[in-house]
């Protein structure tokens, strides 16, 4: 039986692409994307919107993401956290928030996102001991942040020596809201195919 992890998307979005949809609009031609990228303004709000998003100065996508609107030096950990924005719907949803610079991200604590994407939270009490008894069951845990964050499975296992991952930084939160809201979007459609079909 899949776990809500297993609808985790692992499509990765380049910021560009993520941009023009946001920014721009969906169905135009590359002239007309082209057209509107060459506008003064922007640059200064695609490095806002992607400041906004993902929790990272302003400073650090202007000055180490690239010149250009490719923003090609951007961590691949940081494109598969687009995916998950985009696959939840949270760019067009907040849209407008997130080109004024008022969307504020969710956050969600390594546990509670565990709870949900183990499917901890639909096990009894004694079926949630067994499994934290379970020796395995913290190296689990750190695979499915480590594959969730796009960060270093070591590194993972310095936020932390149980399921809180206590030591995690506050700034990563954000990125297991996009997750947890992706796997949402990615289960409601493989029921609704599941449904279709039969």
């Given at each position: ?10 499509e990765r979005i380049k910021p560009r692409d993520f ?6 609009g969906k169905d135009y031609n590359e002239i007309e ?128 020596c149980d399921i809180r991952f206590h030591k995690m ?30």
């Amino acid at each position: 039986m899949k776990t809500p992890i297993d609808y985790l998307p692992s499509e990765r979005i380049k910021p560009r692409d993520f941009l023009r949809r946001l920014l721009i609009g969906k169905d135009y031609n590359e002239i007309e994307y082209l057209e509107a990228e060459t506008s003064n303004s922007y640059r200064t709000q695609a490095i806002k919107v992607l400041s906004c998003l993902l929790c990272v100065s302003p400073t650090t996508v202007r000055n180490h993401w690239g010149k250009t609107l490719n923003f090609e030096s951007m961590p691949e950990n940081y494109q598969l956290v687009l995916g998950y924005i985009e696959t939840a719907g949270i760019n067009q949803k907040y849209a407008t928030l997130i080109v004024k610079d008022k969307y504020i991200p969710s956050r969600l604590t390594p546990k509670e996102f565990l709870d949900y994407a183990l499917g901890l939270d639909k096990l009894t009490t004694e079926e949630i001991s067994i499994r934290l008894s379970n020796s395995n069951f913290f190296t689990e845990c750190a695979r499915t942040l480590s594959q969730v964050s796009g960060f270093g499975y070591r590194t993972v296992i310095n936020w932390g020596c149980d399921i809180r991952f206590h030591k995690m930084p506050q700034e990563y939160e954000h990125i297991l809201y996009y997750a947890l809201e992706a796997i949402k979007v990615k289960q409601t459609q493989y029921i609704k195919s599941s449904l279709a079909a039969a």
